[in-house]
């Protein structure tokens, strides 16, 4: 994971060398070319939702929303899974993500604080519930992400993987 106690942006030496190295990958041109067309189908997505809204003259809520279509653009591109977060679809990892992104008030407070508990690892172990709420956020992602990887190495194993995301380049 990049966020989280052992995640990329808090990890430092030779683990923070060798997570770099593994999702640097994914940031090569050609990566990033095969993963365009995920992105451009959300934003086109998001853009017919808030169109719809308009249509009636209803409200969007774009903070919400920029969350959901951020999920669901790396599902696709990463993963090849639609989480349905622009459609408001319940699921552990979307309500995962909703605890470590949280939407409204000071997001930049929150993302100071969550950095600052996992940097400091005596505090990261202090019972304040916004730690076990990233805990336990972070474990239902990471289950997520091991399921979707196991379930790929079975489809490349039996030659029905698409290759369409960052896991099948």
């Given at each position: 994971?990049?966020?989280?106690?052992?995640?990329?942006?808090?990890?430092?030496?030779?683990?923070?060398?060798?997570?770099?190295?593994?999702?640097?990958?994914?940031?090569?041109?050609?990566?990033?070319?095969?993963?365009?067309?995920?992105?451009?189908?959300?934003?086109?997505?998001?853009?017919?939702?808030?169109?719809?809204?308009?249509?009636?003259?209803?409200?969007?809520?774009?903070?919400?929303?920029?969350?959901?279509?951020?999920l669901d653009?790396?599902?696709?591109?990463?993963?090849?899974?639609?989480?349905?977060?622009?459609?408001?679809?319940?699921?552990?990892?979307?309500?995962?993500?909703?605890?470590?992104?949280?939407?409204?008030?000071?997001?930049?407070?929150?993302?100071?604080?969550?950095?600052?508990?996992?940097?400091?690892?005596?505090?990261?172990?202090?019972?304040?519930?916004?730690?076990?709420?990233?805990?336990?956020?972070?474990?239902?992602?990471?289950?997520?992400?091991?399921?979707?990887?196991?379930?790929?190495?079975?489809?490349?194993?039996?030659?029905?993987?698409?290759?369409?995301?960052?896991?099948?380049?």
């Open positions: 994971m990049i966020l989280g106690e052992k995640g990329l942006v808090c990890v430092q030496g030779a683990d923070h060398t060798k997570q770099r190295r593994v999702i640097s990958q994914a940031f090569k041109f050609e990566a990033l070319q095969g993963i365009f067309p995920a992105f451009t189908r959300q934003a086109d997505r998001l853009a017919a939702k808030w169109e719809a809204a308009a249509d009636i003259g209803g409200t969007v809520k774009a903070d919400a929303d920029f969350g959901a279509v951020t653009a790396l599902g696709e591109a990463a993963f090849g899974v639609d989480f349905g977060a622009l459609e408001d679809r319940e699921s552990e990892v979307r309500a995962a993500y909703q605890a470590l992104f949280p939407t409204g008030g000071s997001q930049v407070f929150r993302l100071v604080y969550n950095y600052v508990l996992n940097q400091f690892g005596a505090l990261a172990k202090i019972p304040l519930g916004r730690v076990e709420q990233q805990r336990s956020a972070g474990r239902v992602i990471d289950k997520k992400v091991l399921e979707v990887i196991a379930g790929r190495r079975e489809e490349a194993r039996s030659g029905k993987g698409n290759g369409g995301d960052l896991l099948g380049q």
